[in-house]
């Protein structure tokens, strides 16, 4: 079946650098993307999301972008904080003019943040 | 808003028992949905919903059922609990695209 994954299992980057996290998805169908940021031990977290219709959006020091010809996701975080550490899930989903249907996810991937 | 509650947070089953999780979401969200999540991997749909009375399965259904006969809950029931169903889950409920998740209840079958 047709799923979404990431590069990377693991991403290390230094406090103050940015960070950027990729995903590939294999739904052509796929119009609606969403990142999601997980703490250990708590559910996922909301961070930003993005139509197909668009190719870049940006959020409070977050700024995803999306490629639809290679079918390339990426999430940028400005100036990394120690409270940005987590693992990080694209998400991805067929809009069907709603919330129906589940969203396909990734596997993950964790950031870390070196002092 | 509490959001998306679940409860219990942690429970150790034996092999055969039957229990139900938990889920309360008070946005007045008509989709809900279960996923589970095994260790370093991604979440999968197990059951879904888009109001009350209505259900349907997600990607990973087998050995649960659910039911939905309010808009403010959606618990999910393992009849038979088998080690294969030692997971995380994660409750969700949403009113567009946009998901939000409950803090999760980690099962542990023996």
């Known amino acids: 079946g047709e799923s979404v994954g990431l590069h990377l299992p693991t991403l290390s980057v230094q406090e103050g650098d940015n960070s950027i996290i990729n995903c590939a998805y294999s739904?052509?169908?796929?119009?609606?993307f969403i990142w999601y940021k997980q703490e250990s031990g708590k559910g996922p977290q909301f961070i930003i999301d993005?139509?197909?219709?668009?190719d870049k959006r940006q959020g409070q020091r977050v700024t995803v972008l999306l490629n639809k010809t290679v079918k390339h996701l990426s999430l940028q975080i400005a100036a990394t904080q120690p409270g940005d550490s987590a693992v990080y899930f694209c998400?991805?989903?067929?809009?069907?003019?709603?919330?129906?249907?589940?969203?396909?996810f990734g596997k993950g991937t964790h950031l870390i943040i070196q002092p | 808003n509490a959001g998306v509650t679940q409860t219990p947070k942690f429970r150790i089953l034996k092999i055969g028992q039957s229990m139900t999780l938990q889920c309360t979401q008070d946005?007045?969200?008509?989709?809900m949905y279960w996923y589970r999540q095994d260790p370093g991997m991604g979440l999968k749909l197990i059951y879904y919903?888009?109001?009350?009375?209505?259900?349907d399965k997600g990607e990973v259904p087998n050995g649960y059922n659910v039911s939905r006969s309010t808009t403010e809950d959606f618990p999910l029931r393992l009849e038979l609990a088998a080690p294969s169903q030692t997971s995380v889950y994660f409750c969700?409920?949403?009113?567009?695209?946009?998901?939000?998740f409950g803090p999760g209840t980690r099962l542990t079958v023996l």
């Open positions: 919903s888009v109001g009350a009375g209505i259900t």
């Open positions: 969700a409920s949403s009113q567009e695209a946009s998901q939000f």
């Open positions: 739904n052509s169908a796929s119009d609606y």
């Open positions: 998400a991805e989903k067929v809009y069907s003019g709603g919330g129906a249907d589940g969203l396909t």
């Open positions: 946005m007045n969200h008509n989709y």
């Open positions: 993005i139509r197909s219709n668009m």
